[in-house]
DNA sequence: ACTAATGATGTTAGCGCTACCAAAGCGCTT
DNA sequence: AAGCGCTTTGGTAGCGCTAACATCATTAGT
C-alpha cells in the first residue's frame, strides 16, 4: 500500500512511516498529528481518538531527532560524570535520570574519569545534541570545557561541588568542610594522632579539598596533620591496605585515620584486623561515601555520606524548572548546597 | 559580522553558527566543511587547514540532530538497564559506554527497573532518535517492545542471559547454568543441605533461572532442594540477614547456603556471625555477583563473577562491527556465550 | 596528443518535523 | 447583525545537515 510516485533520483527515506503517513489515513494534517504528541489538549477529543487509532495501527513512532531540529531543543539532557560504575556517582545518575524520565526526557551519559580533556570531547559531542540542558561534575573544567559553557545558552549545572562564586548552577556540597567536619569529629571522641589518606586515584581533585579541610582543621586545633598517600597505580582497596601497614608501622603510630573514601577505608579495616588491630579500640577509622558496603563490614564503618541521591534528584528538577516543565517552587536559586551526613557506626 | 540579510518573517535560529558560517568564512562550499568533519581524508591537506583553523576561531560545534536527520544515522547508541547503580550492571555499561565513545559514539541511557512496561516505554523513545544500535537486557520483554525490535532494522543486542532460539544478537551466560554450577560447587566441597534464597526484588526473572538450575540439579544429585523466600519490600541486605535467621533457627539447619545475590549474602554473613554462627565451618555462604565489596568481608565472600565488564565491551564490540566502525574478527556472530567465574574466597 | 580514470569540490534537493502566521468555527456581547 | 475573543485547524517555510549527482582539474594510459 506504499504508493510511491517519486519519480526522480533521490529516495532515501523510503516508505518509512511518518507523521505525513499518520496525517493522510486519519485525514488530518500533519500540524494536528504533531500536536497530538505535543499539546494534546489542543487537539480534539475526536480527533485525538482517531489519530490515536491510527498511530497504533501504523506503529508510528516520532522521529525526535527531526522534532529536534525543527524545534531546536531536542528532549534530551546530557550528563557528564567521573565514572560511571562508582558507587556514589551511580545514585546521582539514578536520581537524575529516573526524575527526567518520567517527564519524558532522555539521559546522555559518558564518563570522563577525571580526565578534563575527556570531559571536554564529552561536552562537545554533547553539545552537537543541542540537549536541553547540560550537568557537569565539579567544577574543575578545561579552558575548553568553560568556553563552551560560556558561550552556550542552555542551562549547566554543576553538582558534586559547591563554589559559590561560579556562574553554573551549582547542587552540592563544600569537600572543604567533609574534610574539617572529619577532623572536629574524631577530635571531639577524643582522638589526637589523627592521619589521613589521600585518594590514589589521580585526577579527583574535590578529594583534595577534603585533604586542605582536614589539614586546617588540624593545625586549628593545635595537632599535627598527617598525610599519608599510598602509590597511584593501585587499586583503591589495596591502596587502603597498604596505608595501614604503612601507618601501624610508623614509629608513632595514628589513633584515628580518616581515608579519603570508604574503598580506601575498607582497604585499611581488612589490613588492620589481619595484623591483629582493634578497630576502633586500636585505632578509628572513618571513610568517606557511605558506599552501599559500608554497613556490611564487621566493623561497622562510620562515614560521610554525601547526598549523592538528592543533588541528582536536584539537578533534574532545576532542570525541569528551567525547562518550564515543573512548577518553580519559591524561586529556581543558582546556589544548593546540600548536607552531608556523618553516619556513626561501629568504627569511629 | 554576522550580515543578516533575510526579509521575511521567520527567523528562529537566528545568528548561531552553522556549517554554512565556516564554509563562506573559510571560502568553501558547506559540503566541503562536512567533508572534513566525516571523511577528513577527502578533504585536501590545504582546506583542511584553513577549515580547522574557521572552526577553531569560531568555535564551531556541529549539529548532530542535523546531521543525524540528513543521514539517517546518529552516532548515538541507546541501553536500556534494569538499574543503573547496581553494582554489576555498572560495569556492562561502563564497558559498553568506554568503548563506544572511543569511536565517538554516545550513550543514550534508561533503567527500566525490572518493569518490562518501563522498558518498553524507553525503547519507544529511544527509538525516536534513531540510534545505530539498542542494546537490551535479558531476553524477557512486553509484546510492545517485541514488537518494536522485530520491526526496526537497527541491529538490536540482548545481554546477561543468552537464548539460542532467539533472533537478536545474544551476549551472555547462562543462568541456569550458574544454578547448576552452584549446586554441584557446594556438593562438591561435601555439603548435603544446601539451601537457596531468592531475591526480594520482584521482576529479576533472570534470577529464577538461576534458581531453577539449582533446583534441578539438587534434585538430580538425590538432595532436597530447599528455597527460602524473603519478604518482598526488604532491601537485598535485610532479606539476607532475615533469611539466614529463619534458616538458621530451622529444625534441620542447611549446611550451606547459596545466596542471589552478594547483597543477600552479605546480610546473611553478617547476621549469622552476629548470632555467633561461623562460617564457612557452620555453614557455608555462596554468593553471585562479585561485587566490589565481596573481597572486603571477613570472611571474605566466596561467589560467582558473571563477566559483566566484558559484556558490556562485547555489546559495543558487535555495535561497531555491524556498524562498519570495526573489522570483523571471524564472522559477526550472533550467539555469543560467556563464561562466569566462580571465586573461591573463605564462605565457601 | 587525446581520452579515460581518478580525485577534489560544488550544486541541488530533501531528511521529518515544528514555528509562525492565517483562517475558520463558535459562543457571546453590544 | 456586526464585532469580539477564544479555540481548533491548516498552509508554508524552513531547522542544519548530508546523499546523490554533476563538474572540474589533474594524472595516467595508449
Not at 497530538?36 to 506503529?59: D, K
Not at 531540529?69 to 546521582?92: D, E, H, Q, Y
Not at 542551562?155 to 553554573?168: A, G, H, K, L, N
Amino acid at each position: 500500500m506504499t504508493a510511491e510516485k517519486t519519480p526522480g533520483r533521490k529516495r532515501r527515506g523510503a516508505g518509512r512511516v511518518t507523521l505525513n503517513t499518520v496525517a493522510k489515513q486519519a485525514g488530518v494534517s500533519a500540524i494536528t498529528v504533531s500536536r497530538y504528541f505535543n499539546q494534546p489538549e489542543q487537539v480534539s477529543p475526536e480527533r485525538r481518538e482517531r489519530i490515536a487509532a491510527v498511530v497504533n495501527e501504523l506503529g508510528y513512532v516520532p522521529n525526535l531527532v527531526a522534532g529536534g531540529l525543527a524545534s531546536a531543543r531536542g528532549k534530551i539532557v546530557a550528563m557528564v560524570i567521573p565514572n560511571i560504575s562508582g558507587p556514589i556517582f551511580a545514585n546521582t545518575i539514578q536520581g537524575f535520570s529516573d526524575t527526567l524520565s518520567r517527564h519524558g526526557y532522555q539521559l546522555l551519559l559518558a564518563s570522563s574519569y577525571f580526565s578534563l580533556e575527556q570531559e571536554e570531547n564529552a561536552v562537545r559531542a554533547f553539545l552537537g545534541w543541542s540537549p536541553a540542558a547540560l550537568v557537569l561534575t565539579s567544577h574543575f573544567h578545561s579552558a575548553g570545557t568553560e568556553k563552551m559553557i560560556a558561550e552556550t545558552d542552555i542551562p549547566v549545572i554543576e553538582t558534586w561541588d559547591y563554589q559559590p562564586e561560579r556562574d553554573p548552577v551549582q547542587i552540592g556540597f563544600s569537600h572543604y568542610e567533609v574534610g574539617v567536619a572529619a577532623a572536629r569529629y574524631l577530635h571531639g571522641k577524643g582522638y589526637r594522632r589523627i592521619a589521613f589518606v589521600q585518594n590514589s586515584a589521580a585526577g579527583d581533585l574535590s578529594a583534595l579539598e577534603r585533604r586542605d579541610g582536614y589539614t586546617a582543621t588540624i593545625l586549628e586545633l593545635g595537632l599535627e596533620p598527617w598525610v599519608f598517600t599510598p602509590d597511584a597505580d593501585r587499586a583503591p582497596f589495596e591502596a587502603g591496605k597498604q596505608a595501614m601497614d604503612a601507618l601501624m608501622n610508623a614509629a608513632l603510630r595514628p589513633d584515628a585515620i580518616i581515608f579519603a573514601n570508604d574503598n580506601l577505608a575498607a582497604g585499611g579495616l581488612l589490613a588492620g584486623q589481619r595484623a591483629g588491630l582493634k578497630v576502633p579500640e586500636g585505632c578509628a577509622v572513618l571513610g568517606f561515601g557511605d558506599y552501599p558496603f559500608a554497613e556490611m563490614l564487621l566493623p561497622s564503618l562510620s562515614t560521610i555520606k554525601p547526598p549523592a541521591l538528592e543533588m541528582g534528584v536536584m539537578a533534574a528538577t532545576r532542570v525541569l524548572e528551567s525547562l518550564g516543565e515543573l512548577p518553580v517552587e519559591h524561586e529556581v536559586s543558582r546556589l544548593n548546597l546540600l548536607e552531608c551526613l556523618l553516619i556513626e557506626r561501629e568504627s569511629a
